[in-house]
């Protein structure tokens, strides 16, 4: 239980080390950089980040199987899955490699808008990317074999050291003058690292064996039968995340391609939020489930998590929506310019409007999951994920960065509209009920907080201090607002609990 609360805990950590060393590096990164080899640096790794689609969900495979034949105590049968999944591996570590080489022939050719000096810096990072690449799907095996053995405390602590490490060494990098070629070096040698000391604790800690015992066609086939839907969301990801960077770098400059990465970054912040609360939920989904509870039973539950998300996720919108301006501006505008940086602010925002209602609507993933009921879903997303990215390679003619993220979101907007569709005939969830409930009393508070923001935003100056100010004042505002006219008793009751501690401080020590 240790290593799980630990390891959830670890989980945390890691988001918020994420989010917030990223918020610092990136300016700093394309400070140094340059826009230019910015753009070229993300759009490289978003390509072969493409390839590693290769890996076909077996990572997660990896932790499922490993789990199985531990809680059966069938070691023979472990041994024999794991020496089975390296053997798939090195099979597709070829596959990577030959890929690599094949597209790396076709590089000059598809990046028709870099000049000599920027291509041949984009086939430096290509080449060390690939095999990165071609090393690291393997290696991310004994990680699954970690969490298989519900030893999560080790990796993950690993990866947060890796993660300060490394970016203490890019700065390193940069200060003396390295280049977009130097990071990938980098990246790869925390890479290789990272997967020898986890090779090390999995065979001399958990005594782990690797022996191939028999290989039958049967048992590749169970393996890929698992991995396929894994595989398929892999897919969807691909298309919501990277597919732009590869229309954008055939037909715009290396800086366009800085513009649309800056707004994805800070669109996937928005989105991690969706992955960590929904993600908690899924046991509760899976309860629910399991004891058959009805469709208006479900339907409550959606209410209650569905409104505490939405009131949180209006606080972050309004913010971003009103000051998120003036923050990129400030954060990265110099390196961007203001054209560059009101762009990169419109996609990211587009992003959080339109990942707003999954989010919102988390739950009834988590109900999908616990029924087994994702077929549906994985198979709508990839469609619409390809022809959104095919409506925004289309608008990306006229419109640049904007113009691609615009199909992005149109699309993303269909398949929600899709998905409540199925939510309310299939799952019985009552989405009429859901909205009416979701808005009572919230909506009205969120637009008098937006108003109030607006008014807010006209605060003279363009500082820092400025930013933060207005930042303070909003967030006083829409809580005070929210607590008063937007919240129901059972939501004001959960706030005095959460905050009863600091009160109980405060009286103590005041």
């Given at each position: ?12 950590a ?11 590096m ?32 077996l ?9 199985k ?59 060390i990317?690939?095999?990165?690449l ?61 997967i ?62 800085a513009?649309?990465g ?45 409104r ?128 009416k ?45 929210i ?28």
């Amino acid at each position: 239980m240790n290593q799980l609360k630990t390891g959830a805990l670890l989980n945390y950590a890691t988001i918020f080390l994420t989010n917030v060393i990223g918020l610092l590096m990136t300016p700093f990164i394309l400070s140094y950089l340059g826009k230019d080899d910015y753009g070229i640096f993300i759009t490289i790794g978003a390509l072969v980040g493409t390839i590693s689609l290769f890996d076909f969900g077996l990572n997660n495979t990896v932790v499922r199987f490993v789990a199985k034949y531990r809680a059966e105590n069938d070691k023979k049968g472990e041994e024999n899955f794991l020496a089975t999944v390296m053997l798939i591996y090195l099979f597709i570590s070829i596959i990577v490699i030959a890929s690599g080489l094949i597209f790396y022939q076709y590089i000059d050719g598809y990046f028709t808008k870099m000049s000599v000096d920027q291509l041949r810096t984009a086939k430096s990072m290509f080449i060390i990317l690939i095999f990165n690449l071609a090393i690291g799907l393997p290696g991310q095996a004994y990680t699954g074999i970690c969490y298989g053995y519900e030893s999560f405390i080790f990796p993950k602590t690993l990866n947060i050291i890796k993660y300060v490490l490394r970016s203490l060494s890019v700065v390193g990098l940069l200060v003396l003058g390295g280049n977009a070629i130097g990071l990938v070096i980098v990246d790869t040698i925390f890479n290789m690292l990272l997967i020898g000391i986890t090779m090390f604790f999995v065979f001399k800690k958990l005594k782990v064996k690797i022996k191939i015992h028999e290989l039958s066609k049967r048992f590749v086939t169970e393996i890929f039968s698992y991995s396929t839907w894994v595989f398929l969301f892999a897919l969807v990801g691909i298309f919501q995340w990277k597919a732009g960077h590869w229309v954008l770098g055939k037909i715009s400059v290396a800086g366009v391609l800085a513009v649309y990465g800056i707004g994805i970054t800070l669109g996937t912040y928005y989105g991690a939020f969706s992955t960590a609360v929904s993600s908690v939920f899924l046991p509760r989904a899976t309860q629910m489930s399991v004891s058959k509870s009805s469709g208006e039973e479900l339907t409550d539950m959606m209410i209650k998590i569905g409104r505490i998300s939405f009131l949180v996720l209006m606080y972050i919108l309004g913010g971003f929506l009103f000051f998120g301006r003036q923050f990129v501006t400030l954060w990265v505008g110099g390196e961007l310019g203001e054209d560059g940086s009101y762009q990169s602010w419109l996609i990211a925002l587009m992003i959080m409007v339109a990942y707003t209602l999954p989010l919102v609507q988390g739950f009834g993933n988590s109900i999908l999951e616990a029924q087994s009921k994702l077929r549906f879903k994985a198979i709508l997303y990839l469609s619409f994920m390809i022809l959104g990215t095919a409506l925004g390679a289309y608008f990306a003619i006229d419109y640049g960065a904007v113009g691609m993220m615009t199909g992005t979101v149109i699309s993303w907007l269909i398949v929600q509209n899709v998905m409540n569709f199925y939510y309310h005939k299939v799952i019985k969830i009552n989405i009429p009920r859901f909205f009416k409930m979701l808005f009572n009393k919230s909506l009205l508070a969120v637009l008098i907080s937006f108003a109030i923001a607006y008014l807010i935003n006209f605060i003279p100056g363009y500082s820092w201090i400025n930013f933060v100010a207005k930042c303070v004042i909003y967030s006083v505002v829409f809580f005070t607002v929210i607590y008063s006219l937007g919240m129901w008793k059972y939501e004001q009751q959960l706030v005095i609990t959460a905050f009863k501690p600091v009160l109980n401080f405060v009286r103590r020590n005041g």
